[in-house]
């Protein structure tokens, strides 16, 4: 039996995700954005929350957890460089760490850079992985906390991931991501074709949530600091420096 997946747009632009094991019927919340279309959700597919894992501190990931754990008394988990921060958290977590769901396991990634300790959850049999505000489709996360070399050895990380891999982001923000992309990268051939396809999936109301690490790493321009193309055009003597070039000018872009 399959890990399942349940997504679902959470406030404005998050998603939030339900995890499920058949087998032992263990359920895990991936971030809390909303508590109530959580609970709601979650009865709906008749699965009862047992755990809850946040992938950093900010609001619209963990504002649900103390009333998703009053209702359901889940073990919360999260990042230890951010425990004091995170509502009732029980066990905090670190690169490398295992986390069990049912008879699923999960492997901690530290993807820090838009906060300090910021994780990502990567199930290897599953092929898929929750990357939160780390990187999206098309982009990363804004780096509030974290330093260029940080993030960027984060996001190798996870580039380091068998390219099959499903990724889900926390947000739909592919749409404005893609006007980045192509300014930052206009001649990526792959990155035309994609945001074509975004464009097409958001004209219908689609989610873009979640992409591949595959299409990811022809397209995305941060994961792409690395090539020479990219450092042509936004300088650098390493792609820790053309990353930070990359995610300066997102930053101011309009
Ligand atoms: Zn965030
Ligand atoms: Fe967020």
């Not at 890990?3 to 971030?31: K, M, R, V, W």
């Not at 809850?52 to 359901?72: C, R």
């Not at 097409?200 to 020479?228: C, I, K, M, S």
Request: hydrophobic share 40%.
């Amino acid at each position: 039996m399959t890990l399942q997946i349940h997504q679902f747009p959470c406030l404005s632009d998050n998603y939030g995700f339900l995890i499920h094991d058949p087998a032992t019927g263990e359920t895990a919340c991936i971030d809390t954005p909303d508590a109530e279309a959580y609970l709601r959700e979650a009865d709906a597919k008749g699965w009862r929350i047992t755990q809850i894992w946040n992938t950093h501190w900010h609001p619209d990931h963990t504002g649900g957890n103390q009333a998703i754990f009053s209702k359901t008394h889940a073990q919360v988990c999260g990042p230890g460089l951010e425990h004091d921060r995170i509502p009732v958290i029980d066990r905090t977590l670190h690169q490398g760490d295992r986390l069990g769901l049912g008879s699923y396991t999960a492997h901690v990634l530290d993807v820090s850079g838009h906060t300090m300790g910021h994780v990502a959850f990567y199930f290897p049999e599953a092929a898929v992985a929750f990357v939160g505000d780390a990187l999206f489709p098309l982009g990363c996360g804004r780096m509030f906390e974290g330093t260029p070399d940080q993030f960027w050895t984060s996001l190798e990380r996870l580039k380091a991931l068998p390219p099959e891999t499903t990724l889900y982001s926390a947000h739909e923000y592919t749409q404005s991501n893609a006007r980045f992309a192509i300014f930052a990268d206009p001649d990526n051939a792959a990155l035309h074709a994609y945001a074509e396809g975004v464009d097409a999936a958001r004209a219908q109301g689609q989610w873009t949530v979640p992409t591949t690490l595959e299409a990811e790493l022809a397209a995305n321009p941060f994961l792409r600091a690395d090539t020479p193309e990219m450092a042509v055009r936004w300088g650098g003597s390493s792609a820790t420096e053309t990353f930070a070039a990359l995610r300066a000018a997102k930053d101011t872009f309009r």
